[in-house]
């Protein structure tokens, strides 16, 4: 079992940075894959950025030079740094991770909104 925790949301204005963070505990070895999906509400949750033990990562078109995000293995955490909001990223953000090559695991989920 792999717990998340998600801090950083908020409410911003359009053009702003937010920087979310999520912590992972309980059964942490082994995370072959951390990363944020977002789901706006009457969406369906999508892929925001996801980054693989190695370093790699993947972003969504949408996020595109906007976004960054990198983790530390050490300490078990994956920052999602978020800049130039808009306000079409307003949603809730949930942190994701991949346990054993099987397993996903979600957080609780944050609230970003960005007002126009």
């Known amino acids: 079992q792999v717990q998340l925790v998600e801090s950083g949301g908020g409410l911003v204005q359009a053009g702003d940075s937010l920087r979310l963070s999520c912590a992972a505990s309980?059964?942490?070895?082994?995370?072959?894959?951390r990363g944020w999906y977002r789901q706006a509400p009457g969406k369906q949750r999508e892929l925001v950025a996801l980054i693989s033990s190695g370093g790699s990562t993947n972003y969504a078109d949408s996020v595109k030079g906007r976004f960054t995000i990198s983790r530390d293995n050490a300490k078990n955490t994956v920052d999602l740094q978020m800049n130039s909001l808009k306000p079409e990223d307003t949603a809730i953000y949930y942190c994701y991770v991949r346990h054993l090559g099987v397993y996903d695991y979600w957080g609780q989920g944050t609230q970003v909104t960005v007002s126009s």
């Open positions: 309980g059964n942490r070895f082994s995370i072959n894959v």
